[in-house]
Nanobody
Framework: QLQASGGGVVQAGESLRLSCIASGRTLTSYVMAWFRQAPGKEREFVSG????????YYGDSVKGRFTVSRDNAKNTVYLQMNSLTPEDTAVYFC?????????????????WGQGTQVTVSS
């Protein structure tokens, strides 16, 4: 089971750090990803990280502002979000998949957390 946390309401330009912890399983061998979904929009790939942490991948809209990392010893993945804008407002989900590469499609990840709301006000 995946559980995302760390969302909240912030002002534009501020930062948040999301966490995703896995319970009941180890994250070893899993590619982890973050997606987000704003009201009325499709789920959007945000970032992904290989299980060793040696490779990361970002959606174009967050490159240079967001950083994904993981601590396999803690079964936790993080998403550091800086320079937030109102366009980043969405529910953020973490997802896991036994993939060999980082896919940006939601269907590549069979395991999902419940989501955490991020609201950025202008």
């Amino acid at each position: 089971q995946l559980q995302a946390s760390g969302g909240g309401v912030v002002q534009a330009g501020e930062s948040l750090r999301l966490s995703c912890i896995a319970s009941g399983r180890t994250l070893t061998s899993y590619v982890m990803a973050w997606f987000r979904q704003a009201p009325g929009k499709e789920r959007e790939f945000v970032s992904g990280i290989t299980w060793t942490g040696d490779r990361t991948y970002y959606g174009d809209s967050v490159k240079g502002r967001f950083t994904v990392s993981r601590d396999n010893a803690k079964n936790t993945v993080y998403l550091q979000m800086n320079s937030l804008t109102p366009e980043d407002t969405a529910v953020y989900f973490c997802a896991a998949g036994r993939n060999s590469v980082i896919f940006s499609t939601a269907s590549s990840y069979p395991n999902w957390g419940q989501g955490t709301q991020v609201t950025v006000s202008s």
